[in-house]
């Protein structure tokens, strides 16, 4: 076989390398998968003063002065943290008592407690109670059944009396499906280390993949392998949010491969699959010369269709610049598009600016459009209310709770949504950015981009599919132009655009997760 030479061996085993070193980290930072773990740090652990390491009397004032019986006295930081995959419950504790967890300062007596929460987390100051389990007792401190979603920790400052600074200090309790375990932690005198060990032990596998890969590149022979070039037509068509990616696309293929004819006929997603299942249906056992892009996957029952991933496209809500709002919320918008509110001056930016004296005007795709599907999935958790407008100038519809319009493209949403005072609609991140007289709005105080969808931290996302009657022959058009959109570089093009493709490696990771 062409592609069996020592080069590509050398490179498929490289990647191999590198993503079984990727998968061995995850592995190692988490264990399993679905584990619940309680790990906890020792942040400090100090004398009152510093006579145990200069062997003179320590100057103390005030409180310790007035004590004797602290004179040897130390304080310990502790942080007790959710460091697994998954959220933990007060259910969740197993043991029978009523606490949780149990803190044991061996060979110390405890004289003083302090529990703290990071910013935002004050809720949790809710639980520590005596009511709750929160005692002391000697050495030990008795701990409620803190709930704690993952990330999330709270802190022990404790006074204690009697042993010294590096006695063991060890927090131990029962959790469903999980454990509780040490965490190494830099105290302040420490110098904290760079990287952590998983992160050198990937770092050093993946440079010496990136060496060997480029010097695969560097040392092979220079003349270049052949594109696979196809001759014929080609029509592509569905989403129109995605068009302007095969457009180009298309033009770039025709200009590198003489003989080719590649027309970009964009209507909708749904009716981009519906079209390719009729003509393969009609083709009787043959693959028709045609691309379906959607956006978002296919329904059910096409399923003589096949689906390639392309990449990850990013959606963004716009408004007319009548509306000085920045950004929604998405609980705001969905009371938008449920018709709880009805004007702009029922709402207020994240900067607290209430919006101007104008009524809500949703402008929407109707029911083919992928991007109105995403929208209802993503954002809305819902359908949206059926239309109560045909030019969306007028409310034809007065008893509907919402003045909304249906428009057939992108081109037109946005040509409306900046021709119309206090109208709001959505489209693709790239088209967003060419009319005047509209904005786009951060959702959830994010604003839409590639970058806001590699943290998964924008929801208004999805998957671009490509799809085929069947697989497509061997040296088709089909097929050659599928390699064309999906790598090399296609995936600079697609990049251009806005949109992440699926074969890089960011996209790898997402188009995996979202699939």
């Known amino acids: 076989m062409e592609w069996l ?16 070193a990727s998968v061995g980290v995850l592995w190692f930072e988490r264990r399993v998968p679905a584990h619940r773990r309680i790990g906890y740090r020792i942040q400090l652990d100090t004398p009152v003063s510093s006579a145990e ?41 197993t ?73 063991p200090i060890r927090v131990a309790g029962g959790l469903r499906d999980g454990d509780v375990s040490l965490n190494r932690a830099t105290t302040p005198d420490d110098t904290p280390p760079l990287f952590s060990r998983a992160s050198s032990m990937i770092t050093v596998l993946l440079t010496v993949c990136v060496v060997i890969l480029a010097s695969i590149i560097v040392l092979r022979d220079d003349a270049p392998s052949p594109m696979g070039c196809a001759r014929g037509s080609l029509t592509i068509t569905g989403s129109t949010a995605f068009a302007p990616v095969a457009e180009d ?3 770039k293929y025709e200009r590198d491969c003489e003989g080719s004819t590649i027309t970009v006929d964009a209507r909708s997603s749904a009716e981009g699959v519906r079209e390719l299942d009729e003509r393969g249906a009609a083709a009787k056992g043959g693959s028709p010369a045609l691309i379906a892009l959607s956006d978002g996957p296919k329904t059910a029952g096409f399923d003589r269709l096949r689906e390639n991933r392309v990449a990850v496209s990013v959606f963004t809500l716009v408004v007319n610049d009548s509306v000085p709002l920045k950004g929604l919320s998405t609980t705001d918008v969905r009371r938008a598009y449920r018709g709880d509110v ?11 600016v209430r919006g101007p004296d104008l009524p809500i005007v949703l402008v929407s795709r109707n029911s083919e459009s992928g991007t109105r599907a995403i929208f209802q999935r993503r954002v809305l958790d819902a359908f949206e ?48 950015s060419t009319p005047d007289g509209l904005h786009r709005l951060a959702l959830d105080g994010r604003f839409a981009s590639v970058d806001a969808i ?14 085929t009657y069947g697989d497509p022959p061997d040296g088709s058009l ?9 790598r090399g570089s296609g995936q600079d093009v697609v990049r251009t655009h806005g949109h992440l493709p699926c074969a890089s490696p960011e996209g790898l990771r997402i188009c995996a997760e979202m699939g």
């Open 5 to 20: 030479s020592t080069e590509n061996v050398v490179a498929l085993g490289t990647a191999l390398l590198g993503i079984l």
């Open 53 to 93: 390491r200069s062997g003179r009397a320590g100057v103390r004032l005030g409180f310790f002065q007035e004590n004797p019986h602290l004179s040897d006295a130390t304080l310990v930081l502790l942080r007790i943290e959710n460091d697994g995959s998954q959220s933990i419950g007060d259910g969740d504790y």
């Open 95 to 167: 043991g029978r008592e009523l606490h949780g967890l149990t803190a044991v300062f061996t060979s110390r007596t405890i004289h003083g407690l302090a529990v703290t929460t990071p910013p935002g987390e004050e809720h949790l100051l809710d639980h520590f109670t005596t009511a709750a389990g929160l005692r002391h007792a000697g050495d030990t401190v008795y701990l409620p059944r803190v709930p704690l979603n993952r990330g999330r920790h709270f802190k022990l400052l404790v006074l204690l009396t009697g042993g010294a600074v590096g006695d």
């Open 249 to 251: 696309l298309a033009a």
């Open 342 to 352: 009805s004007n702009w001056n029922q709402l207020r930016g994240p900067d607290g």
């Open 385 to 432: 209310q059926a239309d109560s407008s045909t030019d969306c100038r007028h409310k034809d519809d007065t008893t509907a709770r919402v003045f909304r319009c249906e428009l057939g493209s992108t081109e037109r949403v946005l040509a409306t949504v900046a021709a119309t005072p206090g109208a709001i609609g959505y489209t693709d991140l790239r088209s967003a």
């Open 454 to 467: 590699t943290d998964g931290a924008y929801p208004y996302r999805e998957i671009e599919y490509a799809y």
């Open 478 to 486: 089909v097929s050659s132009f599928l390699n064309y959109l999906m």
